[in-house]
């Protein structure tokens, strides 16, 4: 890959979790392995009062502990630092703006480079109408700070709150910035294996004509955490592990292992995909948020051997939230490819395993030659593309085993990311600050796909205001949910992939 053009990244939130957590430790690793120019520059804007040289230390003292360089290296970093800027600002305060605007303005003719500004939005989403606003004010997307250069705005989510709040962002942002300068953060889409769906869907010959309703019977996304709320009680209780991760990060991994081939591989042609794909879903009426749309919140319980609390007891939480720590669905989408296919889709906190993955079941056989008991015994082959950890692929099908009789197992083949190209990806964030500065939209989330994906989760969330939740807390940390999820799956005769 290619050196990346001289830029300055401006990130608003600086000296929040995000950044140290996420954001800088991309950065550094891009910075360490030689993507960055020497004319790249780092802007921190958040309201904490410091200098460079105390902004800096933090950003080390993060890197030590997020960094996949760690243990960093003081002489790489005290170069790096050199790029790193503090301003101490508000958000609603237009000096503030003039302030970063003089920064940009300075450093782009000190080191004469072109002023390729990416604004990165790092901060809760109740300031970005105010950065927005402070961006545009100040002008700082004006043709002064454009011409041939590039302006770019990075937005994580939550990009809303819901239907109506995402489609009012949505036409703030766009208000000031084209689409093909808008960026998405969906860091799922960051990940090797996200990516690798496509590369397994679309260059073998085997899976592709496989991949229907004539061949399968359904699929199970399963993203599953032991951890819990964490510090981010705050966040967490508003937005419940609906909008959290199914409107994001679970919609993106059904779209990708659903859409149609793109005409070709390309960023708008991709996303024209996703976005027929999450418009084919059915939506749900009442009836449906009752029957399969099961939500749940941890209770106390163990992880591993560590007792752990119940969320209502975690620090932050009030002791009545009724907010949603697990949700389970069941989904059908309307097309040609994928009518009468079950899409079940299940993520929660506190779950016994941590993994992600997307298990696709194949039908049944119809016949067996093998009596009665063979049919029994022989089992829906599945192909389980592990998103996290061990990130890889299985296919299981039936063998014989050795011996006299003709007596058939279940058996893996395994595809392990790591033992066969014994590297380890890189990080999502460093993956997707790349494509953002080289230009590259595909692995982020569209207008139109973000809203589809809103309208379809906007009408559970709807729907479980409307009918009355169930008696929380409803399942044991360290469990692999509540009985409804299982019971949601089973009364369609199949069962969740726990392996
Ligand atoms: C974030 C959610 O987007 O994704 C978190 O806000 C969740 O609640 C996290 O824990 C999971 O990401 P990953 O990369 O660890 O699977």
Redesign the pocket.
């Known amino acids: 890959m290619a050196e990346l053009k001289p830029s300055i990244i401006v990130i608003f939130g600086a000296s929040g979790d995000l950044a140290h957590i996420k954001i800088f430790p991309a950065l550094y690793s891009l910075w360490e392995d030689g993507f960055f120019p020497d004319s790249f520059f780092i802007a921190g804007f958040a309201r904490t009062d410091m200098d460079d040289e105390t902004f800096r230390k933090t950003i080390l003292d993060a890197l030590n502990v997020n960094c996949r360089k760690k243990p960093i290296n003081e002489d790489d970093f005290l170069n790096f630092s050199k790029h790193i800027f503090y301003l101490k600002s508000k958000y609603d305060d237009e000096s503030s703006y003039k302030e970063l605007g003089k920064f940009i303005k300075s450093k782009a003719s000190e080191y004469n480079i072109p002023k390729n500004i990416v604004y990165y939005l790092s901060t809760p989403p109740n300031v970005y109408i105010k950065i927005i606003d402070g961006i545009q004010n100040a002008n700082l997307t004006s043709s002064e700070f454009k011409g041939d250069n590039f302006s770019r705005i990075v937005v994580e989510?939550p990009f809303g709150y819901d239907y109506e709040s995402a489609k009012d962002l949505n036409n703030k942002i766009l208000s000031v910035f084209k689409e093909e300068e808008v960026y998405r953060i969906?860091?799922?889409l960051g990940?090797e294996t996200v990516q690798n769906i496509f590369a397994f869907r679309f260059s073998n010959a085997i899976f592709e004509p496989l991949w229907n309703n004539k061949y399968i019977d359904h699929i199970q996304i399963s993203?599953l955490?032991p951890?819990g709320?964490g510090f981010?009680a705050g966040?967490?209780d508003k937005?419940g592990?609906i909008r959290?991760?199914m409107q994001?990060?679970m919609m993106q991994l059904l779209s990708s292992v659903a859409i149609e081939p793109p005409a070709i591989f390309h960023a708008d042609d991709i996303r024209n995909e996703k976005a027929k794909l999450l418009k084919s879903i059915r939506p749900f009426s009442l009836n449906d948020v009752k029957n399969f749309a099961v939500r749940g919140q941890y209770d106390r319980g163990f992880i591993g051997n560590k007792s752990v609390i119940s969320y209502k007891e975690e620090k932050g939480i009030p002791p009545n939230s009724t907010t949603d720590t697990y949700a389970a669905l069941r989904l059908f989408v309307d097309n040609y490819r994928w009518a009468g296919v079950p899409f079940y889709l299940r993520s929660g906190?506190r779950l016994k395993k941590h993994k992600?993955e997307i298990a696709v079941f194949f039908k049944k056989l119809p016949y067996s030659l093998y009596g009665k008991d063979g049919m029994e015994k022989i089992k829906q082959n599945s192909i389980i593309i592990t998103?996290?950890p061990n990130e890889g692929i299985s296919i299981n099908f039936g063998a014989k085993t050795p011996g006299f009789k003709m007596d058939i197992e279940p058996v893996n083949m395994v595809f392990n990311y790591k033992s066969s190209f014994k590297l380890s990806p890189p990080e999502?964030y460093e993956r997707l600050i790349y494509d953002i500065i080289v230009g590259d939209q595909t692995l982020f989330a569209r207008y139109d796909d973000t809203l589809i994906a809103w309208q379809f989760i906007t009408s559970i969330i709807n729907g479980w205001e409307k009918i009355e939740p169930p008696v929380f807390p409803n399942y044991e940390a360290g469990s692999w949910g509540p009985k409804e999820a299982d019971d949601l799956i089973n009364a369609d005769g199949r069962l969740w992939n726990n392996n």
């Open positions: 989510k969906d860091h799922y990940k993203a955490e951890i709320v981010r966040y967490f937005s592990i959290d991760m994001n990060h906190k992600t998103i996290q999502a």
